[in-house]
């Protein structure tokens, strides 16, 4: 990749003009709904995307307050209440913030400008996909007027066959939003394929679009399974025809087998794009080239690959058999393989790098301490004599959580630090970030490492009341997240008081060396007035970048 070419004139004065700006390019509400833009969509789905954020983490609060002691604390939460709660943070989290969170609103924004295109292959396409989004947001959102479900996220029959609350409406905003994953997998892997700088073959690529194409990979592949069950399901219990209930002849193990073919490659959809975007802010931040880049970037396929012969560790308490329990035990210790290729290359970069502690790589480097404990705890879940102990308590949920929480959702705000100047052209509070990722990082680890404790003593997850016993643990839980979320708010906080900021973000503030930072801080409408060559690789050229006090950013000139 071709290292960013500009001098010290063009960035002490990189304010694009009105017509090139893509915020000013165009006005009116309209133009934003009906926009083809990729920078656009991407900034409206960040916006819908951190708003579900919000209301997801508030139904988590609320169960974690109620969980402050042994009994019910709070008067207005029921133990159909709570079960409501859990299962509208779960299906909110999951499907419409998680899932969609890097691919679709940085991945949207970023691709292109990797790329060195004006747009994605498929901009009407982009657009759809987006809509379809919100269509399902909103049915999600009416199964909450109409009576929360209460099943959890994975609505397991027999039981979101039976139970009296709106699991139709939810059903089918996540059969909607199946729909915008797939179109959104399609619409990247054909602008990765087709839309290519000169010069940039599959090896110059970044690893952030290694991980995009890995991801798009398992949407189109994986999500059909889950929209076919979700309708199977919608059938079953709006016209009573068997399929999973075992009490009109079906077969509820057949539910899981669907479900989770789908929905442990749908832990990489989330997790995939997240390797990504750490790959991108670890070599920038340590002032070296990526260390394995061949590696890394196969690794994501390999996982992509290997994520689908791996659901039934899911199942080893269902009953299957013993042969098939082994089966996929030993195919999910395989898949750490790739995942420790990562790890280890990423701190191969590091190490005598001259590292830079701005807020991206704090967010990196929380990633790597977090989502390495959620790994390692998955490698104790797939072995069978210890998960028939550990499944369904609250060590499932500490793993979880730190896989998705601590590795995709860090993650995402890794990267939304790292592309905010370029997203918005402004530079927010770099010390207010700073203390904002170490709050992140501190109320993460309080709120879920107490689970592992709880669930190897015992503590069964998704219960309303516990023994008294674990309440101690409980309530260190529930100040960790009480900080999260007041460190999460003083993010939302900083970031946009830096909008009210006069355009101050250069072209290059992190001294970067992918396409996107050859261009203006926010880009033009059509990202570059001349599609820019690739001779290098993507990480190839910081020892030609020096930091320029004028300037406030990185700038390509000869050293005096």
């Not at 299957?320 to 290729?341: E, G, K, M, R």
Request: net charge neutral; with cysteine; aromatic share 16%.
């Amino acid at each position: 990749m071709a290292a960013p070419t500009t001098t010290a004139d063009q960035v002490l004065d990189p304010h694009p003009t009105k017509e090139d700006n893509y915020f000013t390019a165009e006005k009116g509400v309209l133009s934003w709904i009906f926009t083809l833009d990729h920078k656009r969509i991407g900034v409206m789905y960040l916006c819908s995307v951190m708003t579900m954020f919000a209301l997801g983490g508030l139904f988590a609060l609320l169960v974690r307050i109620e969980h402050w002691t042994a009994g019910p604390t709070l008067d207005f939460v029921t133990p159909d209440m709570y079960n409501q709660f859990f299962t509208l943070h779960g299906a909110i989290m999951v499907f419409l913030v998680i899932i969609p969170g890097i691919p679709a609103a940085l991945g949207n924004f970023v691709l292109p400008l990797h790329l060195g295109a004006k747009d994605v292959a498929f901009p009407k396409l982009n657009l759809m996909s987006y809509h379809m989004w919100l269509l399902g947001a909103a049915f999600l959102v009416l199964s909450m007027v109409l009576g929360a479900a209460d099943t959890g996220w994975t609505f397991y029959t027999p039981y979101s066959t039976t139970t009296t609350t709106a699991v139709i409406p939810a059903l089918f905003g996540a059969f909607i939003l199946g729909f915008s994953s797939i179109f959104t997998g399609l619409n990247f892997m054909t602008t990765i394929h087709k839309m290519r700088a000169p010069g940039q073959s599959w090896f110059r690529l970044p690893l952030f679009l290694w991980a995009i194409y890995a991801t798009a990979l398992i949407q189109v592949l994986a999500t059909p399974v889950l929209g076919i069950t979700l309708l199977m399901l919608i059938v079953e219990r709006g016209l009573h025809i068997g399929i999973f209930d075992p009490a009109l002849g079906g077969d509820p193990v057949l539910m899981q087998h669907f479900f989770w073919f789908y929905s442990h490659p749908a832990v990489y959809i989330m997790v995939v794009p997240a390797f990504g975007v750490v790959s991108e802010i670890i070599p920038v931040f340590s002032r070296k080239r990526m260390f394995g880049y061949k590696f890394i970037a196969l690794s994501s396929v390999a996982i992509a690959g290997l994520g689908f012969l791996v659901w039934g560790h899911h199942m080893f308490t269902s009953g299957q058999s013993v042969v098939a329990s082994t089966i996929f035990s030993s195919i999910t210790f395989l898949i750490a393989i790739p995942t420790a290729i990562k790890t280890f290359n990423w701190v191969g970069t590091m190490y005598k790098g001259r590292i830079h502690l701005d807020t991206p790589m704090l967010y990196a480097l929380a990633f790597l301490w977090v989502f390495t404990i959620g790994g390692v705890t998955g490698i104790f879940l797939a072995v069978m004599n210890v998960d028939i102990h550990l499944h369904d308590t609250y060590f499932v949920v500490a793993h979880f959580h730190y896989v998705m929480m601590g590795g995709a959702i860090t993650a995402f705000f890794g990267g939304l630090h790292y592309w905010w100047p370029k997203m918005f052209g402004r530079m927010y509070n770099e010390k207010q970030g700073r203390i904002g990722s170490i709050g992140v990082f501190l109320g993460l680890n309080l709120t879920f490492f107490p689970q592992f404790i709880m669930g190897t003593r015992g503590m069964p997850r998704r219960y309303y009341n516990y023994l008294d016993e674990f309440q101690d643990l409980h309530r260190l839980s529930t100040i960790g997240a009480l900080l999260m979320g007041v460190s999460f708010l003083f993010t939302a906080y900083y970031l946009i008081a830096s909008l009210r900021k006069k355009h101050d973000a250069p072209m290059n503030p992190w001294g970067a060396t992918t396409l996107e930072w050859t261009t203006t801080s926010p880009p033009p409408y059509y990202n570059f007035h001349k599609t820019p060559p690739v001779t290098q690789g993507p990480y190839d050229g910081y020892e030609k970048l020096w930091y320029d006090e004028k300037v406030g950013g990185y700038i390509e000139k000869k050293k005096d």
